[in-house]
Nanobody, 116 residues
Framework: QVQLVESGGGLVQAGGSLRLSCAAS????????MGWYRQAPGKQRELVAL???????NYADSVKGRFTISRDNAKNTVYLQMNSLKPEDTAVYYC??????????WGQGTQVTVSS
């Protein structure tokens, strides 16, 4: 079992920045990758960024060059630095953890709202 707690969402003007945090606890040594997803009203949940156990990263085309995923192993925390935010980035952002077994755990989500 892995527990994930997100924080850092909020309201920001277009062009602004936010940093999301996802703190993991539990069976953290079994985590193979962690990612950030988002879901806007009426839309499907989509991958935003992913970081693997080995440190490789992957980003959605819509956020490349603006968002950066990183991790602090000492704090068991993954971050999503979001710069140059756009109104279309407005969504609930979810953190997930993919275990070596293939099981997936999700956080509760944090709202990000970007005003124009």
């Amino acid at each position: 079992q892995v527990q994930l707690v997100e924080s850092g969402g909020g309201l920001v003007q277009a062009g602004g920045s936010l940093r999301l945090s996802c703190a993991a606890s539990g069976s953290i040594f079994s985590i193979n990758a962690m990612g950030w997803y988002r879901q806007a009203p009426g839309k499907q949940r989509e991958l935003v960024a992913l970081i693997t156990r080995g440190g490789s990263t992957n980003y959605a085309d819509s956020v490349k060059g603006r968002f950066t995923i990183s991790r602090d192993n000492a704090k068991n925390t993954v971050y999503l630095q979001m710069n140059s935010l756009k109104p279309e980035d407005t969504a609930v952002y979810y953190c997930n953890a993919i275990l070596l077994t293939g099981h997936v755990f999700w956080g509760q989500g944090t709202q990000v709202t970007v005003s124009s």
